[in-house]
């Protein structure tokens, strides 16, 4: 088995528009959902807002020469699509879009792919207040306005196109990753009903990629956990069995036959969740056909048998708001299906995220083997509280730890024959989280601020930026 990873394997990282760019409204931009959403965060929890961020919007080209002194030769980032079009369709904003001229032209002097992803969980607000955003089914039509826009845009200078990120977590988490109304929360069918726009939605992208993009390539980034069963007993082997075809058959099918997982469709069908699907919309997802694959790998998720109980009630995924390990406040749970559960043989982060990676492993073999198409990282990373030394150095050991063993996955991985392109791990520098403010950290860049004070969001390279460079001279041997 080959050690060096192959010349052409592209190393980088990951970052989304709202949680690094700060800037949500100067140049013309105008709020996106994620704004709104994290104000609400930050009333509620004291988490810091999207406003500022970690201030790439005024970093980048200090952000891409630290990208540059890594050896990165790819980074994976996201567009806002409220910069490009504030009111989601109509008048391009120049400034907004000349922002992502900048900062492609500045990759590419710099020998950095760029991997550029259409949508990373920021709808633009004003279609949020037009039509419910992607409740609504007019947001597809607004989505490949935008989608046709960017990827003509870019046709000659980006390469790899990312469509819609995480949609198997925004079915998890819908109401940290879009506005929906409170009256509407307790509809549990609208999960898949967005989640059906959005199948529309990438489809389209596919498309507008293979139809204007010169040797371009097209993939969906899916947040992808594999299911084991709590026991080796049979019904719980079966309940794992479940939650895959549920959490991540239903992606993969999409993406790549073009269908809906038999088995969860009828688990939705028999409990009202299923979503409503016009004529011709299998067909346009049939045609919109992915090239890649790209996976946001962090975490295995663990599943026992969940018989049917009075009392015993659809619910989704808990988050733990505190940082604590252990205050999880609860498990996704499926009545007659499967209920998630803690697997006893992992050790989890602070954030209660179980750390697996012979789980990497086991994705990539059992996707290519499936699938039979390349795969890439488009993140993979480390959430912890880093400490800042009174001399400005950040020793983040167990970051390091944690992507060695998952780089090395990745490895056995590809001696089994998995083609994989490329690994890039969230996140370049440190940003916003999703649901925790930024204190909770993955960066190999340290941004100087804290959830109250933005300070300056001064740079610093912490013990994994050092790491990551010698992984990238001596491509993974190291
Ligand atoms: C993924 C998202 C990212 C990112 C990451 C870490 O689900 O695509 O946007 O933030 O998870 O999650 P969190 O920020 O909640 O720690």
Known sequence: MNKAFPDNFLWGAATSA???????????????????INKENYEKRGFATADIA????????????????????????SIAWSRVFPDGVGEVNEAGIQYYRNLIDELRANGIEPIVTLYHYDL???????????????????FAYYARYIINEFKDKVKYWTTINEQSIIVQFWTQKCYIPEELR??????????????????????????????????AALGYAPVYPLTSKPEDVMAAQNAHDLRNAY?????????????????????????????GDMELIKEGYSDFLALNYYASECAKACPMEEGKEIRYSGVNWSGKKGDMNGFETHPGFYEMCKNPNLDTTDWDWAIDPTGLEYIFRDIYT????PLMITENGLGAYDTLTEDGHIHDKYRIAY??????????????GVEVLAYCPWSAVDLLSTSNGVKKRYGFIYVDRTDDDPKECARLRKDSFYWYQKVIQSRGTE
Not at 54 to 70: G, P
Request: aromatic share 12%; glycine share 6%; hydrophobic share 35%.
């Open 370 to 373: 499936r699938y039979n198409k």
């Open 124 to 142: 633009p607000w004003a279609l949020v207040e037009k039509y419910n955003g992607w409740l609504s089914r007019q947001v597809v039509d607004d």
């Open 251 to 279: 992606y993969l099918d999409i993406y790549f036959k073009g269908m809906y997982t038999k088995s969860a469709m009828i688990y939705l069908e028999e409990h009202g969740l299923a979503p409503v699907i016009e004529e």
């Open 18 to 36: 709202y949680q690094v760019e700060g800037a949500a409204y100067e140049d013309g931009k105008k709020a996106s959902q994620q704004d709104v």
């Open 186 to 219: 307790g509809n549990n069918q609208l999960r898949y009903q967005i989640n059906h726009h959005m199948n529309l939605a990438h489809a389209i992208a596919c498309k507008l990629v293979h139809e204007l993009v010169p040797g371009g390539l097209v993939g």
């Open 54 to 77: 970690s201030d790439q919007y005024h970093h980048y080209k200090e952000d891409v020469a630290l990208m540059k002194e890594m050896g990165f030769t790819a980074y994976r980032f």
């Open 403 to 416: 992507l060695r063993d998952h780089i090395k996955a990745m490895k056995r991985a590809m001696d089994y």
